[in-house]
């Protein structure tokens, strides 16, 4: 029985420009695992962490992220988070918004995957 998700990894295009994105755009820390074809990062100080690679297969003429959302929690303000992403250029999917589980800021990363951030309500 599956009871969770242990590691994700989104195909890119470019790994070189993802890899900026993530690190320079987002703030995520590369984990230094040697890997020619990806890069893994880990986030809020390693408790998250995901790859981006190479693609595995032929991804000519394919739309890339359409219906992807990878959620992080976050500690900080999330009105801290939207001004900082907004001052370095990140496409975000609109204001920040509210959702049963907590306030939520969507990104869209070089290749359409959504990059969601999750500051969870104080009652869950």
């Known amino acids: 029985m599956m009871r969770k998700l242990e590691f994700a990894s989104l195909q890119v295009r470019d790994l070189e ?3 900026e994105f993530y690190t320079t755009k987002l703030g995520f820390e590369q984990a230094g695992i040697p890997n020619p074809q990806a890069c893994v990062f880990s986030y809020n100080k390693g408790e998250a962490s995901f790859a981006i690679r190479t693609p595995i297969s032929d991804l000519e003429g394919k739309e890339l992220g359409t219906g992807v959302s990878v959620w992080f929690a976050i ?3 999330i009105e801290d988070l939207q001004a900082q992403l907004s001052a370095k250029s990140v496409t975000l999917l609109g204001p920040i918004q509210d959702t049963p589980f907590g306030k939520i800021l969507i990104a869209k990363d070089p290749d359409g995957y959504n990059i969601t951030f999750l500051k969870a309500a104080e009652s869950i």
Do not use: M, P, R
Request: charged share 65%; no cysteine; glycine share 0%.
């Open 17 to 19: 420009v993802s890899k």
């Open 75 to 77: 500690d900080e303000e």
